[in-house]
């Protein structure tokens, strides 16, 4: 079932939603939809409160591992963690609280995929692959789609394609893709993209980028037959916009799951 989950976005210690295609080197280059005046933690206890299962925390950069670990102490096993997880410390951050680590860049060295490294990751997790999501965050060529790391600034020549899902579905407990040329645009969904995903993946995987309102949970659902999920950020109105209530999206879930229920009674 096709269902709302929420971010945690961390730049500089801070709660932001930004345009993803300008996290550049240059700091010039950076569009920033919203700043919050509120922790991390705030939003942690926020999606704790309405039962938001799958949350992902995204550090953007350096200087956002305190952030990070606070929101993690207000929701321990509750959220995922993603930015900068390697080998080394996957293991760590399970043990300050996250369900879950999230992990792209690491997997590309050199722009190129390395098995080893994902192999080096689940080792270091104690071969529990369900502690593991891989992030396929992407920028569409054409009609195809490859990997973007490096807060999405370096697109490798990985293909996002079924074939090579197929190949990572045994090493991970989902995916998260982030359509970057979308992220934090409010222009609505990459349509092809989500229905590729729910074609291609058997286990579950959540899209981001360009999420509007309701309408876009909506066509999510029917695009993907409830396979993919949806994270809506910079248009909800926790976040600064007015496209969408976070109380909203709440709602929608639990119609949703209640109409899901007695369909299967």
């Known amino acids: 079932m096709t269902r709302f989950r929420p971010c945690v976005d961390l730049h500089s210690g ?17 569009k920033t939809n919203y700043i919050s005046k509120l922790p991390a933690e705030h939003f942690a206890k926020l999606y704790r409160d309405n039962g938001l299962d799958g949350a992902h925390v ?6 956002n591992e305190d952030a990070a670990r606070r929101a993690l102490e207000a929701w321990r096993n509750g959220l995922q963690i993603g930015g900068g997880i390697t080998d080394a410390n996957a293991k760590q951050w399970i043990e300050w609280g996250a369900e879950k680590v999230i992990i792209t860049s690491y997997l590309f060295p050199s722009g190129r995929f390395s098995e080893q490294r994902l192999d080096a990751v689940l080792k270091s997790l104690n071969d529990e692959k369900q502690r593991l999501v891989i992030d396929l965050s992407c920028r569409r060529r054409n009609d195809t789609w490859f990997v973007a790391m490096d807060k999405w600034q370096t697109v490798t020549d990985m293909e ?19 359509a970057a040329d979308n992220e934090g645009l409010q222009s609505g969904i990459d349509e092809q993209l989500v229905e590729n995903l729910a074609l291609w993946c058997s286990i579950p995987v959540t899209y981001a ?32 916009g007015s496209g969408v ?14 109409t899901m229920f007695q369909q299967s009674m």
Request: glycine share 12%; charged share 20%.
């Open 245 to 258: 209530t976070f109380q909203e999206c709440v709602d929608w879930n639990r119609t949703h799951a209640r």
């Open 160 to 178: 996002v394609n079924e074939v090579f899902i197929k190949s990572l579905e045994p090493f991970c407990s989902e995916f998260l893709i982030h």
């Open 14 to 30: 801070q709660v932001k939603q930004i345009v993803g295609g300008t996290l550049t080197v240059a700091a010039t280059d950076l």
């Open 209 to 240: 980028g360009g999420g509007r309102n309701l309408g876009d949970l909506d066509n999510v659902k029917r695009l993907s037959n409830g396979k993919v999920d949806l994270t809506i950020g910079s248009a909800l109105d926790v976040f600064g």
């Open 58 to 63: 995204i550090m953007l950069g350096p200087g």
